[in-house]
């Protein structure tokens, strides 16, 4: 493989492994809450804290990430520009945190849990911590220290998962047991209920924190250089925008349910529990986006500065789809096993799951398309797409939810997805083209969506009776192979040229 895309395959690896880790762990808890709430209301409540969370780490982040990768390259005093970009995200947090610990009744009440402030204040203090490790996290990405940053980041969701399954697994039944009853009385109180899911999440943050200050300690010294903070807050904030209209696309769903969910049967709340909970089903697509990105967002940086190759642009982005399709793929013939990640009384949401995973397919693509607005600079057309995105999903979960409900929250990211796929793409041709291979990526996606649609709706497995399961199976697994060997057949001449190239 050509040494460009060896570095890229090889850094996807390590951060794939280290994102597979940290999410299976995290997503543990997934089946975890499902089955212990019981109800999908207590879950709903869950989720609907995570999105607003989700919203305001992208304005708390404010864009300095990417920002940090890019002026990095662009500065030969790399050292300043971490403290710079740190300094500021510590001021930044540091005021969002006192405000938010001063205000914490009246935003509960906003959001229609006066009764429970102190969830706003736990969620403040969490939210201000983890932004300000954006930054840190980022230089050990861009100084190729994939190990480390692997090991932080399992450290802190093994922490959360294992601070959850301690508070609302092992203390209740300690209690029930009336083992060591005074000593968990004091560590536990059961009226906290889901708070502790919270309180879990907020001890990991803070040892998170701690172990990234001892780690960067040598580098640590809050300064400032204020022109070239103008220069980077002139790239980042348009960036702010785009993560926070994009973060919007994917998490203003939840909100919405709230408010346009529910009937005579069930609440809001019980829909939000039902949506998210399925949602989650998808995991194995955002896994693999989640480590592409990571390893990818530097790589694309690094190859801009150095060769300029537009090919490699267009070969990563092919093999990325065959991923994906592949990825989509094994979910959905094996959905009778997946269906097991929740709780018996969420699995009425399974509907969402393809939908779901086409739609991040195409938000995988979106991020690989991206790189012409931030490659150039020119990031304000990518905030552009994405706030006019945001407006498309508010508009169509207004008009779908209280239609078919969660069901229309799923079709509505599908649609904006696929809309804003096409505005990225038609513009990036004209400002920085890339010669992506259009013909072979629809190619590949719709032997995916075909071999599918066999499965589910050509093949008549109701009438094999008892045997229904496995025979299932068996033709799904074959579908599966199917697709591999027809991509494999694609691709051989240019597998074998790679091999050669890296044999040379």
């Given amino acids: ?9 090889t850094q996807t690896v390590i951060y794939g492994g280290t994102t597979m880790v940290q999410r299976f762990l995290s997503y543990v808890l997934v089946p975890f809450h499902t089955y212990i709430f019981g109800n999908p209301e207590y879950y709903g409540i869950y989720n609907e804290f995570y999105a607003y969370s989700a919203l305001l780490l992208v304005v708390l982040s404010y864009g300095m990430e990417t920002t940090f990768f890019r002026f990095s390259e662009l500065e030969n005093d790399r050292k300043k520009v971490f403290r710079t970009a740190l300094t500021a995200l510590f001021c ?75 508070f609302l697994w092992i203390c209740p039944k300690m209690l029930e047991n009336n083992i060591l009853p005074d000593l968990i009385s004091h560590i536990y109180k059961p009226e906290i209920g889901i708070g502790y899911a919270f309180i879990s999440n907020l001890i990991a943050s803070c040892v998170q924190f701690i172990m990234l ?26 960036l702010m925008i785009l993560g926070l209209a994009g973060i919007a696309n994917e998490s203003i769903d939840r909100i919405m349910l709230k408010f346009l969910a529910g009937d005579i049967s069930h609440t ?33 940086f690094s190859l801009y500065q150095k060769h300029n190759d537009k090919e490699k642009y267009a070969q990563v982005m092919t093999y990325f789809v065959i991923v994906c399709g592949f990825i989509f793929l094994f979910v959905m013939m094996y959905i009778d096993g997946f269906q097991y990640f929740t709780g018996k009384e969420y699995r009425e949401g399974m509907a969402v799951v393809p939908i779901m995973l086409l739609a991040y397919l195409i938000l995988g693509i979106n991020f690989n398309l991206s790189i012409w607005y ?18 498309l999903t508010i508009g169509l979960n207004f008009l779908l939810i209280p239609t078919i409900g969660f069901m229309g929250a799923a079709w509505t990211h599908l649609i904006t997805y696929f809309a804003m796929m096409l505005a990225s793409y038609f513009l990036g041709q004209k400002v920085y083209p890339v010669p992506y291979n259009v013909k072979k990526i629809l190619l590949y996606i719709s032997v995916a969506l ?9 093949i008549p497995f109701q009438y094999f009776g008892e045997h229904q399961l496995v025979i299932k199976l068996i033709i799904n697994t074959l579908i599966l192979f199917s697709y591999v060997a027809f991509v494999y057949f694609k691709e051989f001449k240019c597998i074998r040229r790679m091999k050669k190239a890296s044999q040379n």
């Fill in 213 to 238: 200050f001892f780690t960067h300690l040598k580098f640590i010294k809050l300064s400032i250089d204020w022109q070239l903070l103008k220069r980077m807050l002139k790239y980042a904030l348009p």
């Fill in 268 to 300: 809001a709340m019980y829909y939000v529990g039902v949506y998210s909970a399925c949602v989650k089903i998808a995991i194995l697509m955002r896994l693999f986006q989640e480590a592409f990105r990571f390893a990818a967002e530097p790589f694309f």
């Fill in 374 to 391: 931030k490659l150039t600079g020119k990031t304000q057309y990518g905030a552009y797409i994405t706030v006019c995105g945001t407006v």
């Fill in 1 to 9: 493989m050509e040494e460009p895309l060896k570095k890229l395959a």
């Fill in 450 to 458: 075909a071999l599918f649609s066999i499965s589910y709706f050509l």
């Fill in 92 to 166: 930044t947090s540091s005021l969002f945190v006192v405000l938010g610990l001063i205000f914490s009744g009246q935003i509960a009440s906003l959001i229609d849990y006066a009764q429970h402030p102190e969830y706003v204040r736990w969620f403040v203090l969490m939210l201000g911590l983890d932004a300000m490790t954006y930054v840190p996290y980022a230089k050990l990405r861009s100084e190729n220290r994939p190990y480390l940053f692997a090991f932080l980041k399992i450290c802190n969701v093994a922490l959360n998962v294992g601070l959850n399954v301690f």
